[in-house]
């Protein structure tokens, strides 16, 4: 079980909009750490998305943003495509724990 | 553009220990942090623990008896092993640049490699 917690799967049309929630806890996300998100191709290594909640790298499309609020963040892709059919991966920062810790992942199914 | 490429043996014996490097390149391996990430198949992400060029580490607690990373910044590689391995450590092991604090991320990734725990 993930420190934080994930939907395992969410899916959208092409086009549309969807959002994957991470929902953590008063040791990690509450506790004002940051959330990154990674996104992982079949076959592939993760690849960072998103960081310090909403800042995307060089190369990442506007259309992938991220928020957080409390013990909990998202993240949003708009204008679904094809190729965005992936797994979507969080992670913060827990103290309880001391160390990182990622979500358990979200699968987006592009209809 | 950081490039990082994981190497070692594909499979490990029940109660020996894995071995791996993690070969960097683009960069400097110098006033960076480098970590060692998992994932089971079908499963999530786990953090295994993360060495700073200095040699400094912090393991995830769940593994610290087992776990022991080492650098060569000369070399531009660092290591990973996992000693008195079970079933339970059957994943793909993945290096990664980072994080650089408590609240920072994974730059860049390995493409992995397939570790099977199996006699």
């Known amino acids: 079980q993930s420190v934080l917690t994930q939907p395992p799967s969410v899916s959208g049309a092409p086009g549309q909009r969807v959002t994957i929630s991470c929902t953590g806890s008063?040791?990690?996300?509450?506790?004002?750490?940051?959330v990154h998100w990674y996104q992982q191709l079949p076959g592939t290594a993760p690849k960072l998305l998103i960081y310090?909640?909403?800042n995307r790298p060089s190369g990442v499309p506007d259309r992938f943003s991220g928020s957080k609020s409390g013990t909990s963040a998202s993240l949003a892709i708009t204008g679904l495509q094809a190729e965005d059919e992936a797994e979507y991966y969080c992670?913060?920062?827990?103290?309880?724990?001391?160390?990182?810790?990622f979500g358990g992942g979200t699968k987006l199914t592009v209809l | 553009q950081v490039q990082l490429q994981e190497s070692g043996p594909g499979l490990a014996k029940p109660s020996e220990t894995l071995s791996l490097t993690c070969s960097v390149s683009?960069?400097?391996?110098?006033?960076?942090?480098w970590s060692w990430i998992r994932q089971p198949a079908g499963k999530g992400l786990e953090w295994i623990g993360r060495?700073?060029?200095?040699?400094?580490?912090n393991y995830n607690p769940s593994l610290k008896s087992r776990v022991t990373m080492s650098v060569d910044t000369s070399k531009n590689h660092f290591s990973l092993k996992v000693s008195s391995v079970t079933a339970a450590d059957t994943a793909v092991y993945y290096c990664?640049?980072?994080?650089?604090?408590?609240?920072?991320?994974?730059?860049?990734w390995g493409q992995g490699t397939l570790v099977t725990v199996s006699s």
């Open positions: 310090v909640n909403n």
């Open positions: 683009g960069a400097s391996m110098s006033s960076s942090y």
């Open positions: 008063n040791s990690n996300i509450g506790a004002g750490f940051d």
């Open positions: 990664a640049r980072g994080p650089s604090y408590s609240g920072g991320w994974f730059d860049d």
């Open positions: 992670q913060s920062y827990d103290s309880s724990l001391s160390g990182w810790v």
């Open positions: 060495i700073y060029s200095s040699g400094n580490t």
